[in-house]
């Protein structure tokens, strides 16, 4: 290391190791590691791309005033909402600072502790003592931020976006570095922010993800008889150092959410002050030698440092309230406590009841903390192994005896499953409900793969020098290896805010990846062989049964919803259970059969979530069957388990394909320039860019677009013909036709961009990025960099676009199959049952191709149903070719019952179990329902899953198949192929579509294409008010949606609505969220449905009724008016431009550009550049015109001061114990009462619809 001083007051900082050399090849920002004086550990990175566009405009920093303060703190600033959809705007400058404290830290009497006070933090501080002016400064200028509290850490980030006023971007790092260093913690808000945190508890209250999580964490220290809360301990107790097993409290044993009671009844009840502990805990671990810091901006790295010791260099060194932290500079401390699990609690099986339909059974080894071996990262290694699906895997094993149908193994990449103290390795599998009576014979399949594995690594392997070496065949590390450098070499450049928020995560002290792979240390293998004594200690040492804890989630033990009063079963659980459907009654035998809940008594209930939980160990006769089928040796025959196969699908070519001759590719393409022209006796400069370059007898010519959509070919002159494109940057300056043209660059594209206007003009330009002015817009692109219909027939289109943006050797493949009479609920039931089981019957091939970068995936919709195949384009079109074959062989089978060859006769029922499952599943979740039920009411042509798991009842092999030769007989097919791919190959793509539609194919007439069509809402004074209960009747929660509908899309319509939705959405989350704490999710925003626009308001709640919500809505609206009508000039242009801003931001990778170009093909729109137009018309929105529009569409009051009529639909999902909630005898019966709410009101409009659309 070395020391360097900043030029401002020579402070000195410690140089770290040089991190550029380890990032991507794609990767062209710069790195630098610096330590300040106080021990804030910090990574500066330099956007070059960002700085090279603020250079072309000549600004020059030093004339800005470090110190100069804006309004920013003013008490009408309101908060930013950060649960709308990114808006990426400009190129923004993103931080991240990580705390090294985490949940495990919260004091056992004060659960919850870390969460609370990430909260508290944005209320303000003693810089900026409005409660709100740090999320109203970032909001005013277009950013947004975050943060989240994990097990060993809490990470805070933000981004905004970067322009020539360089105040913006250095307000929001000194706003931010005031959080470290004065926060307010005032009492008086905690009680209104611990609202907040209860909601958000609530919204995640019946995850059961997040349930069995607790429960582990419940029930890790249980001696047998009782729960180690349940135990009565000092409140105040410290717990020293010693072994796991004489601690009464383990970190993981906490409650890491926290929720109204953990952090005020229980504490306030035994004397507690909270906010003296809340800033004790602040004071005692956000000290610099326990932070990390990543800043990234379009600066030079010295500007970057010079900013960062400025603000931060005043954060305490050390705790402040002098606690002894052991001499250390981080506080994690949590080394003593080793692993989790008491003795007690291991040899068990702890059954536990679910909220949703499933069967999950998951098995948990601790292993010590795996956090040192980063460079092989064996425990991933395993995972790789244990959870692989491919052929003579354990899964493909237990489908093969129809016992489960999917399976996840390995430490999962949060705090939770990998920490400084232990790790976790979890294997869970989602079975069937065959498989829930065979759990222990399932498990016994996992230690029979595992004794394999031991035998193989006995055996070891000859390397390549012809020695014997102890371990696994070299070739599947190789391949792991392999892979993962692939992917990290051709990586997307990413978001902003991911980028920042990975660094910082990489410096976690208990992450343990040194400072110089702190870029790739997490994603790369290092090793030539991987750790082979990790990885024998873990197989021999501690994937053994008797350290394995076994949870088991089943709704054949029942489910929450069958208990009340949190003692038993309902009394009327079993009548239910008999009147319910088939797959019901099978339940209720199965149930009877595994696990007899009356034999069992009264279930132990978890206190936080109360998950219902019955424990029973593990007979030794199964422990000691387990154990034998773990020793090493080759598992019987009947098994079939072996290790993966080699995998064919490891790219090999990565060259880029040549781009067209008439349209390739040369360093000034998509550059702005000025170019010297006459004008009269006068030679002028003029704005222009370079749209197009092509070769032509010898000559190179570039097309240039002028301002005033003049277009014009210049020759490109000899001495910049091979120009590097290094070389190619804003200034760089030269002449067209022999030296009689002069040009200058005055920007350059960045990846991801397309072609870049600038006027190159400093006073103009920072006009524009200031916010007073429009953005350039740039020109139309040529036809040729637009997807291309390149293969038209009745039963295929096909469009092809090569990539010229991101150049990377990836290519992605697209197809969309309209089929005949998808009108009925059978029918698209049928199809949804089609796509599982062509998944499942191509799962082993695809699951190879995935390890490999190749992703893959099949569903239904409407209409038919869509496949996607994408990754490195070696490979694309032999995957793709594996799932047409499979998903082609249902077609030219007319008078055929039976199902075809490609398709495993048992697997008919494992797929029709799952469907079933989930359409049982489908509305669990309060906010997803409300959404869906309005989609439901708007389009007609979409079947609830209650009404396609009733379309399913009685369902056969022989039905199934009668269906889909129907649904099947004539489809037509959509196509797009976009990326690393020639003309050529999009020919060859239309060819194997052909091919694969058989000989016999017959495409739809385009007269019997599906219309998708969108009911009218009446336009009226009253709204239709749509009310169901949750279909989850253990949910607290209630979710309102106030849908406005306003009419056919049209281009200015279309754009007032955004504008709306831009103007609209911070106040309202401001009003209803921060300020009355509704709930934890509120939000607003536009709505495009099938060519219908509309605006929809969401509030879900657990604290206020249904009515109150959607009333608060329409008086927000009727107050929110007067502010619009007096907004300023000046604030007005500041939205317009904010919103231009973002429809002309770049894409931030080739997947987002292809999928925004497929939905314009699938929509039928075909306006691939939409935005251009949508900012061409924002020009012409007045303050005026977007008031008439607000006043049309949303405001309850017209101007003669009566209500008015709007399009206006009302959607209430009731939650638990909530006035105002329908009462539905049977929780079996609530899709009977969705379906019946939907047919009222398309009764109630007559069925009246907006017509066909076309665009």
Not at 928 to 941: A, D, E, I, M, N
Request: include cysteine.
């Amino acid at each position: 290391m070395t020391e360097a001083a900043t030029n401002d007051d020579e402070v000195e900082v410690i140089l770290g190791p040089d991190l550029t050399p380890t990032r991507s090849y794609m990767d062209k920002k710069i790195y630098r590691h610096i330590t300040l004086p106080n021990g804030l550990q910090c990574v500066l990175i330099c956007d070059t791309v960002a700085l090279k566009q603020r250079k072309l405009d000549g600004y020059d920093d030093d004339d800005e005033s470090d110190d100069d303060h804006d309004d920013s703190s003013s008490g009408d600033e309101s908060e930013e909402s950060d649960d709308g959809d990114d808006d990426d705007g400009t190129r923004k400058a993103a931080t991240a600072l990580l705390v090294n404290v985490g949940s495990y830290h919260d004091p056992p009497y004060l659960q919850g502790l870390s969460h609370f006070l990430e909260h508290m933090l944005f209320l303000g501080t003693e810089d900026f003592p409005i409660e709100n002016a740090y999320d109203s400064f970032l909001s005013q200028h277009g950013g947004d931020d975050n943060a989240y509290t994990d097990m060993e850490h809490t990470l805070y980030h933000y981004c905004i976006p970067q322009d020539n006023n360089s105040k913006h971007v250095w307000k929001a790092l000194e706003m931010f570095s005031s959080f470290f260093k004065c926060p307010l913690l005032k009492g008086e808000m905690a009680d209104r922010e611990l609202k907040a945190v209860e909601s958000e508890f609530e919204l995640n209250k019946n995850s059961d993800d997040a349930r069995l999580s607790q429960l582990m964490s419940f029930t890790c220290g249980m001696d047998g008889a009782a729960p180690i809360m349940g135990r009565d301990f000092d409140w105040k107790d410290k717990i020293d150092g010693g072994s796991s097993s004489e601690k009464p409290f383990h970190p993981f044993a906490k409650f890491p959410w926290g929720n109204m009671n953990s952090l005020k009844t229980e504490p306030e009840a035994k004397g507690i002050d909270v906010m003296e502990e809340l800033r004790d805990h602040y004071n005692s671990h956000y000290y610099a030698q326990n932070m990390r810091l990543v800043v990234m901006a379009g600066y030079e790295l010295d500007e970057i440092q010079r900013q960062v010791v400025q603000y931060f260099k005043d954060v305490p060194a050390n705790p402040r309230n002098n606690v002894d932290n052991g001499g250390v500079a981080t506080t994690t401390n949590l080394h003593p406590y080793k692993l989790p699990f008491h003795s007690s609690s291991l040899g068990k099986i702890y059954r536990a009841l679910p909220v949703r339909h499933h069967h999950t059974l998951s098995l948990t080894w601790q292993i010590p903390s795996i956090c040192s071996h980063w460079r092989t990262k064996p425990a991933e290694y395993l995972a790789h192994l244990l959870g692989h699906e491919a052929s003579g895997s354990i899964l493909a094993v237990l489908k093969q005896r129809g016992w489960a149908t999917g399976c996840s193994a390995g430490t999962g990449d949060d705090g939770e499953g990998d920490s400084s103290m232990h790790a976790l390795f979890g294997f869970s599998f989602s079975l069937s409900e065959e498989g829930v009576q065979h759990w222990e014979k399932v498990i016994g399949v996992v230690f029979s793969y595992l004794g394999m594995l031991k035998y193989y690594f006995n055996e070891g392997y000859v390397d390549e020098n012809g020695e014997k070496k102890e371990g696994l065949p070299r070739w599947i590390y190789n391949e792991l290896k392999s892979v993962a450098e692939l992917s990290y070499k051709y990586a997307d450049e990413g978001d902003v805010t991911d980028t920042v928020e990975v660094v910082a995560e990489a410096m976690a002290p208990w992450y343990n990846i040194p400072t110089d792979r702190l870029l790739d240390g997490d994603t790369l293998l290092f090793g030539e062989v991987v750790d082979n004594d990790c990885v024998s200690r873990l197989l021999f040492n501690y994937f053994t049964p008797t350290n394995m804890r076994v949870d088991f989630m089943s709704s054949l033990f029942g489910r929450e919803a069958d208990f009340k009063d949190g003692t038993g079963l309902s009394p009327n659980s079993e009548e239910k259970k008999a009147e319910d459907t088939d797959e019901m009654t099978v339940e209720k035998d199965c149930a009877v059969a595994v696990f007899d809940i009356e034999k069992a008594g009264a279930p132990t209930i978890e206190p936080r979530f109360e998950t219902k939980f019955w424990v029973e160990t593990i007979s030794s006769s199964i422990m000691k069957q387990w154990e034998e089928n773990s020793t090493p040796q080759l598992p019987g025959s009947e098994l079939e388990l072996k290790l993966p196969p080699i995998n064919s699908y490891i790219p090999t070519n990565f060259e880029l394909k040549p781009l067209p001759a008439d349209d390739s590719s040369h360093p000034l393409l998509n550059c702005s320039v000025k170019v010297c022209i006459g004008n009269g006796k006068k030679m002028q400069w003029y704005p222009a860019c370079v749209i197009k370059f092509k070769t032509e007898k010898n000559n190179h010519l570039l097309l240039l677009h002028f301002e005033d959509e003049h277009e014009q070919w210049y020759t490109v002159d000899s001495n910049i013909v091979d120009t590097d494109a290094d070389a190619i940057d804003a200034g760089f300056e030269s002449s067209f036709d022999n030296g009689k043209v002069k040009f200058k660059v005055t920007a350059v594209p960045r990846e991801g961009e397309g072609i870049v206007f600038s006027y190159g003009d400093a006073d103009h330009d920072y006009d524009v990025e200031d916010g007073v002015a429009f953005p350039p817009i740039p020109p139309a692109s040529p036809e040729s960099r637009l997807p291309q219909l390149v293969y038209s027939k009745n039963s295929l289109k096909l469009w092809h676009m090569q990539d010229r943006r991101f150049k990377r050797p990836l290519a992605d493949l697209r197809l969309n199959f309209v089929c005949d009479g998808m009108n009925d609920a059978l029918k698209q039931a049928c199809m949804d049952l089609f796509c599982k089981l062509c998944a499942d019957a191509l799962a082993e091939t695809c699951y190879l191709a995935s390890v490999c970068e190749l992703g893959s995936s099949l569903y239904s919709n409407d209409t038919g149903f869509s496949i996607r195949v994408n990754g490195f384009d070696d490979k694309v079109m032999l995957l793709a070719k594996e799932v047409l074959d499979v998903v082609m062989s249902f077609r030219g089978r007319d008078g055929h019952t039976c199902l075809p060859s490609t398709i495993k006769d048992s697997r008919f029922d494992a797929c029709l179990e799952v469907l079933r499952r989930n359409y049982s599943n489908s509305g669990m979740d309060a906010s997803s329902f409300v959404t869906g039920l309005r989609l439901l009411c708007l389009k007609p042509s979409t079947k609830s899953s209650f009404s396609k798991l009733k379309a399913l009842e009685g369902i056969s092999s022989d039905k199934f198949v009668e269906c889909m030769n129907q649904v099947l007989q004539k489809i037509s097919v959509e196509a797009y192929y976009h990326g690393n791919v020639c003309r050529e190959d999009a020919d060859k793509a239309a060819q194997m579509i052909s091919e694969a539609l058989t000989i016999h194919h017959r495409g739809l007439p385009k007269k019997k294409m599906p219309s998708k069509l969108i009911i009218k809402a009446k336009e009226a004074v009253d709204h239709h008010l749509i009310t169901s209960p949750t279909v989850d009747p253990t949910d607290n929660n209630t979710s309102v949606e106030v849908y406005f509908q306003i009419g056919k899309d049209d281009l200015t319509n279309r754009v007032l609505v955004d504008l709306l939705e831009h103007v609209l959405d911070e106040p309202f989350y401001n009003e209803l969220r921060t300020k009355e704490q509704f709930g934890y999710e509120v939000s607003c925003g536009a709505r495009w449905t099938f060519g219908v626009l509309g605006m929809s308001f969401k509030v879900t709640t657990s604290c206020k009724t249904a009515d109150e919500a959607s009333a608060r809505v329409d008086r927000f609206l009727g107050e929110f008016r007067a502010q619009l009508e007096s907004m300023s000039d000046e604030s007005f242009m500041e939205h317009l431009v904010s919103l231009a801003k973002e429809k002309l931001e770049m894409f931030d990778s080739m997947e987002d550009e292809c999928g925004s170009y497929w939905s314009e093909i699938c929509e039928g729109r075909f306006d691939f550049e939409g935005h251009r137009k949508e900012v061409q018309c924002l020009k012409t929105i007045t303050k005026e015109s977007l008031l008439a529009a607000y006043d049309d569409w949303l405001h309850p009051i017209c101007h003669k001061g009566k209500p008015k009529k709007r399009r206006r639909v009302v959607f209430h999902v009731i939650g638990k114990g909530s006035i105002g909630r329908p009462t539905v005898d049977d929780p079996s019966e609530i899709g009977e009462h969705v379906d019946g709410l939907v047919r009222d009101f398309h009764n109630s409009v007559k069925g009246e619809t907006w017509g066909k659309i076309t665009f």
